[in-house]
């Protein structure tokens, strides 16, 4: 099912909440930002555990702000599982559709079926309390999904595990959200989970939606400052003037040529992440886009060798491959493609 937003406002005083969204059916939609940024309260509002003060809200058409919350068709999954800790995996997952008295033999049959699904046979009569965390979270999950909800809410529901395995359980997340085509929006303030799991991201600062995009395009061509330094390594370098015809800026390190140059009138920066510097001879009279300085610092990641490097009284940070011949204290020039520079 598709879900609509459209100027949802909440007012809390010194917080204020003013969201636009959509997720097309099957998507996974996250929504990404700094803490208390309105992330939790978006979904709250979706769930109906939230008043919203104006805007509409509609899922498939269907207007939810009339809906009372456990009329809403959605499900939620948070951090803490939220489980009954004395009952066993069967009972939990079974919770739902006892509610909806459904038949024992389905639901006997439906509860197997989600244990398959969330990788859970064996567990039916175990006490919720004697699972690991991320047993736990795949129980939620189950039992979540069982009653067939039109939209799945996920807020932070791996930050409580460690990180191996929160990469394994978001991929099965994934996996799970895509074999059952189910509407999804996936609270989290970490880029990298939202880069690897989503479809679309919205990324949120201060009660708004900065930028709604894929995460190639998030990543590639942020719009915003705020985008640009919440995702990735950034570089960003004060601009003088910028000649839009040209597409080109000038620096104190020199002019550089753009593939974007943001409108609005207030302080300008050009943009582009530190893998896209590329080390190159400084006599090269083919390419633009180069700048000269002094590596003063590097450290090693295994697959990169990630650089600062001091240009005039900045630094630069480049990534580059990690046998790259380069060491602290020599002379390097940088060319950054035009393609990968944006003024911001
Ligand atoms: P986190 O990642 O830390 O969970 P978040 O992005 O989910 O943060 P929210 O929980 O949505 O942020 O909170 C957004 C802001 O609204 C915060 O400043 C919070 O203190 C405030 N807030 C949330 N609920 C209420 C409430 N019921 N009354 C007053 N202020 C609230």
């Given at each position: 099912?598709?879900?609509?937003?459209?100027?949802?406002?909440?007012?809390?005083?010194?917080?204020?909440?003013?969201?636009?969204?959509?997720?097309?059916?099957?998507?996974?939609?996250?929504?990404?930002?700094?803490?208390?940024?309105?992330?939790?309260?978006?979904?709250?509002?979706?769930?109906?555990?939230?008043?919203?003060?104006?805007?509409?809200?509609?899922?498939?058409?269907?207007?939810?702000?009339?809906?009372?919350?456990?009329?809403?068709?959605?499900?939620?999954v948070?951090?803490?599982?939220?489980?009954?800790?004395?009952?066993?995996?069967?009972?939990?997952?079974?919770?739902?559709?006892?509610?909806?008295?459904?038949?024992?033999?389905?639901?006997?049959?439906?509860?197997?079926?989600f244990?398959?699904i969330v990788?859970?046979?064996?567990?039916?009569?175990?006490?919720?309390?004697?699972?690991?965390?991320?047993?736990?979270q795949r129980v939620a999950l189950a039992r979540a999904l069982?009653?067939?909800?039109?939209?799945l809410?996920l807020?932070?529901p791996?930050?409580?595990?460690?990180?191996?395995?929160?990469?394994?359980l978001?991929?099965e997340i994934?996996?799970i959200?895509?074999?059952?085509?189910?509407?999804?929006?996936?609270?989290?303030?970490?880029?990298?989970?939202?880069?690897?799991?989503?479809?679309?991201?919205?990324?949120?600062?201060?009660?708004?939606?900065?930028?709604?995009?894929?995460?190639?395009?998030?990543?590639?061509?942020?719009?915003?400052?705020?985008?640009?330094?919440?995702?990735?390594?950034?570089?960003?370098?004060?601009?003088?003037?910028?000649?839009?015809?040209?597409?080109?800026?000038?620096?104190?390190?020199?002019?550089?040529?753009?593939?974007?140059?943001?409108?609005?009138?207030?302080?300008?920066?050009?943009?582009?992440?530190?893998?896209?510097?590329?080390?190159?001879?400084?006599?090269?009279?083919?390419?633009?886009?180069?700048?000269?300085?002094?590596?003063?610092?590097?450290?090693?990641?295994?697959?990169?060798?990630?650089?600062?490097?001091?240009?005039?009284?900045?630094?630069?940070?480049?990534?580059?491959?990690?046998?790259?011949?380069?060491?602290?204290?020599?002379?390097?020039?940088?060319?950054?493609?035009?393609?990968?520079?944006?003024?911001?």
């Amino acid at each position: 099912m598709s879900i609509t937003l459209n100027d949802i406002h909440r007012d809390f005083g010194d917080f204020k909440l003013h969201m636009n969204l959509q997720a097309e059916k099957g998507e996974l939609i996250s929504l990404l930002g700094p803490s208390g940024c309105g992330k939790s309260t978006t979904l709250r509002i979706i769930a109906g555990f939230e008043e919203a003060d104006s805007g509409s809200l509609f899922l498939e058409g269907k207007d939810l702000l009339s809906i009372s919350p456990e009329k809403r068709e959605i499900a939620m999954v948070f951090q803490d599982y939220a489980l009954f800790p004395h009952m066993t995996v069967f009972d939990n997952i079974a919770y739902g559709p006892k509610i909806r008295k459904w038949s024992k033999e389905k639901i006997r049959e439906e509860v197997n079926r989600f244990l398959k699904i969330v990788h859970l046979e064996g567990f039916a009569d175990r006490k919720t309390e004697m699972l690991s965390g991320g047993e736990q979270q795949r129980v939620a999950l189950a039992r979540a999904l069982i009653t067939e909800p039109k939209l799945l809410l996920l807020d932070e529901p791996l930050s409580a595990l460690d990180a191996r395995l929160r990469k394994k359980l978001r991929r099965e997340i994934r996996n799970i959200q895509r074999e059952l085509e189910i509407t999804t929006l996936y609270v989290t303030h970490d880029q990298e989970e939202a880069l690897a799991i989503s479809d679309k991201i919205a990324l949120i600062d201060n009660g708004e939606c900065i930028q709604f995009d894929t995460p190639q395009n998030l990543y590639r061509k942020p719009q915003h400052i705020f985008a640009a330094g919440f995702i990735g390594n950034a570089n960003l370098i004060p601009v003088g003037n910028i000649d839009l015809k040209s597409m080109s800026a000038e620096t104190e390190m020199g002019k550089f040529s753009v593939d974007y140059i943001r409108e609005g009138s207030d302080e300008k920066f050009i943009f582009f992440r530190s893998d896209k510097c590329l080390i190159v001879r400084d006599d090269n009279p083919e390419l633009s886009n180069m700048i000269s300085g002094t590596v003063v610092d590097e450290e090693y990641t295994g697959s990169r060798k990630d650089l600062e490097i001091q240009v005039g009284n900045q630094i630069i940070r480049a990534s580059v491959p990690e046998d790259s011949p380069v060491a602290v204290n020599d002379m390097v020039t940088l060319h950054i493609p035009e393609q990968h520079c944006r003024v911001l």
